[in-house]
């Protein structure tokens, strides 16, 4: 079980950095300009497969940990 969380941890990490950056938006409302801040993006193709991969990701590892501590 350790080995298995091991893997879902080092792809976990691996899936957050190929997010495309999105603290753009989050720069330029501490810095004024936020024009662009609520703007709506939706993702698409393989940026919405990478956002689903990591929350199923996410999750794995939280279900894991938690049985691990019990």
């Given at each position: 079980?350790?080995?298995?969380?091991?893997?879902?941890?080092?792809?976990?990490?691996?899936?957050?950095?190929?997010?495309?950056?999105?603290?753009?938006?989050?720069?330029?409302?501490?810095?004024?300009?936020?024009?662009?801040?609520?703007?709506?993006?939706?993702?698409?193709?393989?940026?919405?497969?990478?956002?689903?991969?990591?929350?199923?990701?996410?999750?794995?590892?939280?279900?894991?940990?938690?049985?691990?501590?019990f």
């Open positions: 079980m350790q080995t298995l969380l091991l893997v879902v941890s080092i792809l976990l990490i691996a899936i957050v950095l190929l997010q495309a950056a999105k603290a753009e938006s989050a720069s330029n409302a501490l810095t004024g300009g936020n024009d662009s801040l609520f703007k709506n993006r939706k993702e698409r193709g393989g940026e919405l497969f990478i956002t689903r991969l990591t929350f199923c990701l996410g999750a794995a590892f939280f279900v894991i940990c938690f049985i691990l501590g």
